[in-house]
């Protein structure tokens, strides 16, 4: 069975930190991997994609960047946090082929101060 | 994106109760799906479908790519049901599982 996996659970950064998410999928090879992004008690934006290693495309531009470098693990990172980083931000995998279903990870709470 | 349209926006059912939600969209979609978000965040996939009618305990959907909907049919509500539910679409032709999501519909289910 597949699993997906988010770390952390939760972040408390100051404005103009640094941030690194993570994101491993285990059980599936080659799988399209996407990171979202949810405001609170807002609705859900697709951030990135990736297809396969060392290919990202990016839909929003956040001030955000995603790296893929390996095939299980996809990154979300910025060096420079701003307030409106703030909100939920979930990884989720579609397989390769039938890439219309998505299976979402726990999702990681950050809260900018 | 594609405009998608969640009615309503939120909803009161007591325990036992039945009702439905609905989403509307601008243009032919390929498939939507349909996710519970619980009290922590966590989004769970309920339904896929390309086209017709899906069921699955006491949750059924529907997509009428023509009409332009689908819609989440819950019968016999539950507390655990209480959460947002989001549908979510892909038009036709994108490759990249681009989905656009609706605003959701807050569902608080009543003892």
């Known amino acids: 069975a597949q699993t997906i996996h988010q770390w952390p659970v939760a972040e408390i950064k100051a404005v103009g930190s640094p941030l690194s998410l993570g994101c491993t999928i285990k059980g599936k090879s080659s799988p399209n991997l996407y990171w979202y992004w949810q405001a609170t008690g807002g609705t859900l934006q697709q951030l990135f994609y990736s297809i396969t290693v060392g290919q990202v495309e990016s839909v929003v531009q956040l001030n955000l960047s995603a790296s893929r470098p390996k095939d299980d693990q996809f990154i979300l990172s910025t060096e420079k946090l701003l307030l409106s980083h703030s909100g939920f931000y979930l990884c989720a995998w579609s397989p390769q082929i039938s890439n219309e279903r998505l299976f979402f990870g726990h999702g990681t709470k950050l809260s900018v101060l | 994106g594609m405009p998608v349209e969640q009615n309503p926006p939120a909803l009161s059912l007591y325990e036992g109760a039945e009702s439905g939600l609905r989403c509307n969209f601008s243009t032919t979609m390929k498939g939507v799906q349909w996710f519970q978000q619980n009290h922590r965040g966590r989004l769970i996939t309920l339904f896929y479908?390309?086209?017709g009618t899906k069921e699955n305990g006491r949750l059924k959907s529907t997509f009428n790519s023509k009409e332009r909907y689908s819609t989440l049919h819950i019968k016999d509500a539950q507390l655990e049901d209480s959460g947002t539910y989001f549908c979510?679409?892909?038009?036709?032709?994108?490759?990249?599982?681009?989905?656009?999501f609706g605003h959701g519909t807050i569902l608080r289910v009543h003892p």
């Open positions: 979510a679409v892909e038009n036709t032709g994108a490759n990249t599982g681009k989905l656009t």
């Open positions: 479908l390309a086209q």
